[in-house]
């Protein structure tokens, strides 16, 4: 049995990966967002234990009496350091966190970590490093998953760099009879659908009408049947990524976007795990969260 604390842990995928490895495990989680605890805590219950929900609350008495811990992961807000975000960091919070992460290590100098972050301006990844005191290491989760996925991890234990195939993602899509979902391109003397293909990915582009008038729109599948990065705007990828393309026998193109059980799938939620918030901040909780596979590979390294 180990003690884990996880900070901004979001729906808890942390827990899923220790599960996926057999790791018995005390867990405590610390998440400031109401609706991914609630996603949280409806499917552990109380296997999750609660002392903070704000990271910047926690003090070191406090977490010397909640630990010693083994184990603490985190995954500090990827948005301000995105270079497809904000991209200006925030300093401020890394350094709260961080700050725990040492009081931890007061504590138990053998624990473990493990933190995760998004591709960043190479400055922005020099200040992170420098901060953690660790280089990381740059993993795609297409070598676990149907996903193309790429993240820096900063950990205290050697990882081995792997190449796989993972999994191809017109495996994980639900079967869906009702067509009213499907949205058709529009074909006109201007504008048509163009199938081409641009470093490496399949791409279709095209002109769609929904009933509030005319837009483009762009699907991208990497040629080796991969996803794209699921994020958090417009509902884990956006309009230009998130949509499936299906051609029918006459040749014509529809489209729809990805459920949210899809979106799950492809970041390794197993399908027992439920979502009781609306779609909105289900498809922002799993856009946020981590990808189990890949988590599950680093820390069977631990």
């Not at 998440?31 to 903070?52: A, L, T």
Request: proline share 3%; charged share 25%; aromatic share 10%.
């Amino acid at each position: 049995m180990i003690k884990a604390l996880s900070l901004c842990d979001g729906i808890s995928c942390g827990l899923m990966a220790l599960d996926a490895l057999g790791i018995e495990c005390e867990y405590h989680a610390v998440e400031i967002d109401k609706y991914p605890r609630q996603i949280s805590d409806h499917n552990f219950g109380d296997r999750i234990k609660r002392i903070w929900h704000d990271v910047t609350a926690i003090t070191k008495h406090e977490l010397k009496m909640g630990g010693p811990y083994d184990l603490v992961i985190m995954g500090p807000e990827c948005q301000k350091w995105s270079v497809a975000g904000k991209g200006g960091g925030d300093e401020i919070f890394l350094r709260e966190c961080l700050k725990i992460l040492r009081w931890a290590q007061e504590d138990n100098p053998k624990l473990k970590f493990l933190i995760e972050n998004v591709k960043m301006k190479k400055e922005l990844l020099g200040l992170f490093t420098a901060l953690v005191g660790v280089r990381p290491i740059l993993v795609n989760s297409k070598n676990f998953s149907a996903q193309k996925r790429q993240r820096y991890y900063w950990c205290n234990f050697y990882v081995e760099h792997k190449i796989g195939t993972g999994k191809d993602a017109n495996n994980l899509l639900e079967a869906w009879a009702d067509k009213r979902m499907w949205v058709p391109f529009v074909n006109n003397l201007t504008h048509g659908c163009s199938p081409y293909l641009e470093n490496g990915e399949q791409r279709l582009y095209g002109y769609s009408s929904s009933g509030r008038g005319v837009k483009g729109v762009e699907r991208r599948l990497t040629n080796d049947g991969k996803a794209l990065t699921l994020t958090t705007s417009e509902g884990c990828g956006g309009s230009r990524s998130k949509n499936l393309v299906l051609r029918n026998e006459k040749g014509a193109y529809f489209y729809r976007g990805l459920t949210v059980r899809e979106c799950a799938r492809l970041q390794g939620i197993p399908d027992s795990f439920d979502f009781p918030t609306s779609k909105t901040q289900s498809y922002k909780a799993i856009g946020n969260g981590w990808q189990i596979d890949t988590i599950k590979f680093i820390l069977e390294q631990m």
